[in-house]
Every structure is written in C-alpha cells, then in structure tokens.
C-alpha cells in the first residue's frame, strides 16, 4: 500500500509540471523571451524526469507483489487510483497557472539579470522570493472557464487530438504492465511493449500538435493573432489534458488486451 501512495503522489507531480508546460508559451509571449523561457521550465521537467525514474521500478515492484502474493486481481484498482492521481495533478496544475505565470514571468527577468541558474535559485528561496511568491497567488478567472462554453471559437481538432495523445501517454506504461499479468508467460515482453501505445500519442503530440501550438505563438509575436486568443487555446488544451486523463480509465483494459496480444501473437 505504501509503493502505491508514493506511485500516486509521484503521478500528480508528474502531471503536474507537465501541464505548466502550456504556461511556460504564454509567458515566453508575455516577455519576449522565448529561449530563456524554454530553457528555464528544462530545470523543471528535471522534477518530471527524476519523479518518472523513481516510479517506473516502483509500478514494476507493485505488479510483481501483487502477483506473487496472489493479489493480482487488486491491480486493476491500484491502476485506477493512479490514473486519477494523472488527473488530479492535472487539475491542480490547471488552478496554479494563474500563479504560475506571474512567477515565471518574474523569473525569466531575474534569470536576465543573474545570468546563472544556481543564483537565481537562491534569489527563489530567499526571503524577497518567498514574499513574491505570496504576493503573485492568484485563483483562475471565472472568464477562463467561460471560454469553454465559446462553441464559435473552440479549437475542435487541436482538443480532440490533445485527448486523444494524453490519453494513450497516460495509460501506455500501465497498460503493458497489467498486459503482463493477462499474458504472464510473456510477462517481459509485454512490459517492453509500452511504446505500442505511446507512440501513437508520440506522432500525434510532435506531427499535429506541438507544430500548431508554436505557429501559433509565432503569430501572435508577430502581431497576428492576440495574447488573448492564444490564452484561449490553452486554456482548450488544458481542458483537453484533463479530459485525457480520463478517457485513459476507459482505454486501460483494452489497451492491456492489445498489448497482451501483441507480446503472445505477434512479436
């Protein structure tokens, strides 16, 4: 019970900072200052990748004590819970972008001043950190869930597509774990088979989405769209992670299913 507690917490920080990423565009807009956006929130995703090394072996240990233990059937339960963890740090992302981009935005301009990440970070932890922080809390605006109701203005392809490619993300590595407890004798394979799954959210992450999102930033650092519009579509895309995280309970047993029998018939 205790792996899955940490599981679930590392899940909602996983989620978490991968949702401020849509953020970190608005302020690279905000400042004009695009690169040093990007490069800063990569101090970030350090959190995301360190919190994924130190899950996977842990989801691993938990399928392997469940099925020595005779508990494999509790799996699929425990696969759920961690599921809602994606969609809880998902939406606690979602409430802390407000905050978030005042206080990126302040540190972009400090990192311009400091020019060292390792300075910056104590200016962060400081007492005049620490007060800027209190100062730039900010709940959502009631207008931003309103834009979900603007029909004439939803971005259809983008939100389906952003569904579609957090949902397969979300569920691929689970999916092949559990696959694994449906085809025990090829238990090793199937967890290997992950990418099946991902791959798919992968094309469509990199080919569809990331490519309109940063045409789109383009376009308003150029004058052609606004801040508010672009403000709008991620607010549809932040809509369309957490409805992502969601349709992921839905696609976890088939998906186990697809793997399963791609490890005992295919490969």
Do not use: C, W
Request: avoid cysteine.
């Amino acid at each position: 019970m205790s792996q899955i507690i940490v599981v679930f917490i590392l899940t909602v920080v996983i989620h978490f900072i991968n949702t401020l990423a849509y953020a970190v565009r608005i302020v690279g807009i905000r400042t004009g200052r695009i690169a040093i956006s990007f490069a800063l929130f990569n101090i970030v995703v350090l959190v995301s990748r360190i919190a994924n090394t130190v899950q996977a072996p842990l989801l691993a240990k938990t399928v392997e004590n469940s099925i020595n233990g005779g508990f494999a059937g509790n799996l699929m339960l425990n696969f759920r819970y961690i599921l809602l963890a994606a969609t809880v740090g998902t939406i606690l992302a979602a409430l802390f972008i407000p905050t978030f981009q005042r206080l990126y935005a302040i540190a972009v301009e400090k990192f311009n001043v400091y020019k060292s990440v390792p300075r910056l970070l104590l200016h962060s932890f400081s007492r005049a950190g620490v007060k800027q922080f209190s100062m730039n809390l900010k709940v959502p605006s009631r207008n931003n869930l309103t834009q979900l109701k603007t029909v004439s203005d939803f971005p259809v392809r983008m939100t389906v597509l952003n569904t579609l490619a957090v949902a397969m993300l979300t569920v691929g590595v689970l999916a092949s774990l559990y696959a694994g407890v449906l085809a025990p004798a090829y238990r090793t394979t199937a967890s290997t088979l992950s990418s099946v799954i991902t791959g798919l959210s992968t094309i469509l992450l990199f080919v569809f989405i990331d490519p309109q999102l940063s045409i789109m930033t383009d376009e308003v650092l150029e004058g052609e769209k606004s801040e508010g519009e672009f403000r709008r579509t991620v607010t549809f895309m932040v809509f369309g992670r957490v409805m992502g995280t969601m349709l992921a309970q839905v696609m976890l047993f088939p998906a186990a299913h697809v793997i399963a029998y791609i490890a005992s018939n295919v490969i």
